[in-house]
């Protein structure tokens, strides 16, 4: 009995100084240099993207996950200045300030790419909707979907709603 004891007293001790501290990771990483393009398709199993992305990260672009909206990342999102949105995976350009726009749904958005061919589109039935999800064409991660004539006063109409967590900010050097 003793030993059982002793045993559950340092199961417990363990679970309390073993409990996760979860460090703060930014919800959008900001690079201070643009990343290097990928000259051709990106194919990595699944363990290696699990090892070289954030969970957050992972959840999003491997697993097709949808960050909370309004959250850290949307918030963080809106204060950007000018700058490019690269693929958290891949590195390849994808969206630009210059199409961004605020449709107050809570995700990052923006009426166009900044390079047509970065990304691909392809229908998406799950969760009983039909939708057109949004993937980068380099490493085909999932970066959110695109909805067409809502009413937007854009360009196209069409908005481009996108998880932060999938994207790399990157400042334009000149501000
Ligand atoms: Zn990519």
Redesign the pocket.
Known sequence: MLFVGLGLLGGLCTLVTCSPRNPKKPAMETLTQLPDE?TGK?VKSEAEWKQQLSPEAYHI?REAGTESPNGEVYQTFKHQGKGTYH??????L?FSSDQKFDSGCGWPSFFDPAMADHVITQIDTSGGKSRIEVI??????HLGHVFEGEGFHTPTDKRYCINGGGLKFVPNQDG
Do not use: F, M, N, Q
């Open positions: 990928p990106i672009l693929c958290a995976g891949c590195g390849t994808l980068c064409a380099v490493c085909a991660g």
